[in-house]
């Protein structure tokens, strides 16, 4: 009987010897697929649950009140890092997930309709319905607070006063002189816009950061060392 080419490991003990090659099967030290492993997931993850209280927060006072909040400029900066990070290993995470050797950018299943939850299982894992579909809620909620605010600046955003009014709204250079409630009001979709581009993202790296711990990425092919 001829002897083929190496192909894997035997079938018998896991582990094969072929031309001095001992084969075996490659594997991350950790298979979360989650940079830092599943603690730095876990962490991410609560970080996320706070910023998305926050985000919810703002969205629900600024509706409420009609102006916007003071202080939140302060949020800003931790919030944008927060996001980055998240967002860097959200998709570091999709990348451990994409089987090996394969063009297929993502495991999107073809035969399921397309959604929210369906495709934040199919690029992260699956987690608890009810989860998966908070989590979908959440940035339904994020892109609704972006998309209704633009019609409360659409001229402009707040620019203080000047020019002979107490209360102005700019775009694009132009000034527009506006009352002090409709001045309030831009102001609070400003906020609200902002706050719902953060909601959504943080929402989609919650998710990811829950699922990289319970869910592991498709196994590396084998590999030979001598």
Known sequence: MGVGGPEGPDA?????????????????????????????????????????AVALALIAATLVLGRPLGGVSLLLGPGVLLLIVGQVCAIVAILARRPPRTGRRFLRDPNRRGSISGDLSSYFGPLDRRLTRAVAAFCVIGFL??????????????????????????????????SKTAYELAGAALQRMVAGIFLFFYAMHFYAALASGTSAPPEAPFAARP
């Open 12 to 52: 018998d003990d896991g582990l094969g010897d072929f031309g001095g090659l001992h084969w075996e099967q490659t594997r991350p030290a950790d298979d979360s697929g989650w940079p830092g492993g599943r603690r730095a997931a876990q962490t991410l993850a609560v970080a996320d649950a706070v910023a998305i």
């Open 145 to 178: 607070s972006f998309l209704t605010g633009i019609f409360f600046t659409f001229h402009g955003s707040p620019a203080g006063s000047g020019g002979g009014c107490a209360y102005r709204l700019s775009a694009h250079g132009i000034d527009t002189c506006v």
